[in-house]
């Protein structure tokens, strides 16, 4: 069924009868050509590119709860292309512009809103990093402008300018940066999958995964064993205990970052702010929710729920960047169990077991990625090849010193 | 989340520095491989369940801890010295 806005007004008009399921949900069957371990915004965006570009139908996603019950439906939602790094630089931006087609491809309003991102500076210093790092947006071909003080207070003039402890020297605006809505996003490639022959498989928990001779022959899952040649471990921030199943040992540590939600309010921010001084960040939902994070809670944890310290330390940083949002309610908060990787960057990348793909470490920044991961890890399960703009994602670069650490905060999991 | 520090005494999460795996305990020696330098300061279990990993008290006593706990349910299951514990493995 095609969505659009004839079919709403002829679905309001006779009671709204005529909608059908946006995907199927079919029995395993006893062997796919390949299989995707995984049912968040990556493992499903990998499926739909893996039918659409490389003609591959006979492939299954295996979830083991709901689709979009992971980090995809539990992010902040920034869309952004402003990293620095060749390697990244290219890859995000080629992200962007897959989100910038994506409602027309996918049929499905994924609520992509380029309101403009603006990443504040404190200091002289911190100005001329962000110049250097609007350059390197400006030569990837994306758009970055440097905004003085007065330039931020015309867009943002309720913040605190003057506060003792970070006052406010300016900010990088990216236009082109923004924010979607997550669910929508799973459920938009979940169905663009399905309507093009992909099983979507829920509530199956992949347990073992099968090699023989160095090759990976299929799947043992919670709804018996499949088959298949060709196996890629999408699972976040479970990658290190999916890979085990392989005998792989992952440069990932797993850690919570936690999100806020308040009271749906009147409109009154309509950016995407970013303050890192504080580790604090804010937009503001289409229903009026203002949502807000900051940064990990700091120690290893599977627990998808947050500390107390974390809380009080976001709520203080919002406060400090802007006071008028004091009186409003948080409604909710919640945690999601992250993938950090010792740089920063993601891995796209073959395993060392033939047949056998990999798709992790998106740290706290994988919502963005989504098309693009999803369009890099088809192209290398479909071709057995690195595509183009993730070929530096590459899961020896930790032994080769071939890093992406975009923050050059060296080694360690929890810094990035 | 507290933690007993075996000089301080039962503590606030704020006090201490999170530092990762007790991997770290495990330093190649001179002169090993390149592979077990980077398995040493990269590679994890990342177990979801019970881990031992460093933290610093930092706001304390200022030694290095070896913290046995759950990373699924946060229960802190022991709380040891880092210096014994290096020596034990034949570190000075
Ligand atoms: C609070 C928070 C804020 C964030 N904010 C942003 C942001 O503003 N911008 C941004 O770009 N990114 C953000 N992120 C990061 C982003 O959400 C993640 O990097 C990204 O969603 C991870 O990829 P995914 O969608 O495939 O993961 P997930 O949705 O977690 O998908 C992994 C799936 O694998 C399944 N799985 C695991 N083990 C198995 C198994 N054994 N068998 C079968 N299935 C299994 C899980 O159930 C899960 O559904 C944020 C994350 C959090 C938690
Ligand atoms: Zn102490």
């Not at chain 1, 740290?363 to 693009?372: H, R, T």
């Amino acid at each position: 069924m095609r969505y659009s806005g004839f079919k709403v007004f002829t679905e309001g008009l006779f009671g709204n009868k005529g909608w059908k399921p946006a995907w199927r949900d079919p029995a395993p069957k006893a062997e796919y050509d390949a299989i995707i371990i995984g049912g968040g915004g990556h493992g499903l965006s990998t499926a739909y590119y893996l039918a659409k570009n490389h003609g591959l139908t006979n492939i299954a996603v295996l979830e083991k709860g709901y689709l979009g019950g992971g980090n995809v439906g539990r992010n902040t939602t920034i869309v952004r292309a402003n990293y620095f790094l060749p390697g990244n630089s290219e890859f995000y931006s080629h992200s962007l512009k897959l989100w910038e087609g994506l409602e027309a491809d996918l049929n499905y309003n994924v609520m992509h809103s380029q309101r403009g991102l603006i990443n504040l500076f404190h200091s002289d210093g911190q100005r001329d990093a962000f110049a250097r790092r609007g350059n390197a947006m400006v030569n990837q071909g994306d758009d970055a402008e440097l905004l003085d003080r007065d330039g931020v207070r015309a867009l943002l003039p309720y913040l605190d300018f003057e506060q003792t402890r970070f006052p406010i020297y300016g900010g990088l605006l990216h236009r082109r940066g923004g924010t979607a809505r997550h669910d929508a996003v799973a459920w938009g490639y979940a169905r663009g999958a399905d309507q093009r022959g992909v099983d979507l498989i829920q509530n199956c928990e992949v347990t073992g995964i099968d090699v023989e001779n160095g090759r990976v022959t299929g799947v043992q899952t919670t709804r018996g064993a499949i088959r298949a040649k060709k196996v890629g471990i999408v699972v976040a921030g479970r990658s290190s205990q999916v890979a085990a199943m392989a005998g792989l040992r992952l440069p990932i540590e797993s850690h919570i970052l936690q999100a806020f939600v308040t009271e749906g309010l009147k409109p009154v921010i309509d950016h995407v702010i970013s303050f890192g001084m504080g580790h604090f960040y804010i937009s503001q939902s289409d229903k009026g929710g203002l949502v807000f994070g900051g940064d990990l809670d700091f120690y290893a944890s599977y627990a998808a729920r947050g500390n107390l310290p974390m809380v009080e330390h976001v709520m203080e940083a919002g406060m400090t960047l802007m006071p008028m949002i004091g009186r409003a309610k948080v409604l909710r908060s919640w945690g999601g169990i992250m993938d950090m990787s010792p740089d920063g960057s993601p891995v796209i990348d073959r395993t060392g077991i033939d047949g056998l793909y990999i798709d992790c470490g998106w740290n706290y920044g994988g919502f963005k990625a989504v098309p693009a991961s999803g369009w890099c890890m088809a192209h290398l399960m479909a071709t057995d090849q690195p595509h183009e703009v993730a070929r530096r994602f590459t899961l020896n670069r930790f032994a080769t010193g071939d890093l992406l650490d975009e923050e050059g905060t060296g080694s360690q999991h929890n810094l990035h | 989340m507290r933690l007993t520090c075996p000089l301080c005494g039962e503590r606030d999460r704020r006090e201490f520095y999170y530092y990762g795996s007790d991997d770290y305990l495990r330093r190649p020696a001179e002169g090993a491989p390149a592979a077990a330098w980077d398995d040493y300061l990269h590679n994890r279990d990342n177990p979801a369940g019970e881990t031992r990993d460093l933290w610093y008290h930092e706001a304390g006593c200022g030694q290095w801890l070896a913290v046995t706990r759950n990373t699924v349910t946060h229960a802190v299951l022991a709380v040891d010295l880092v210096a014994p514990v290096a020596q034990k493995r034949g570190r000075k």
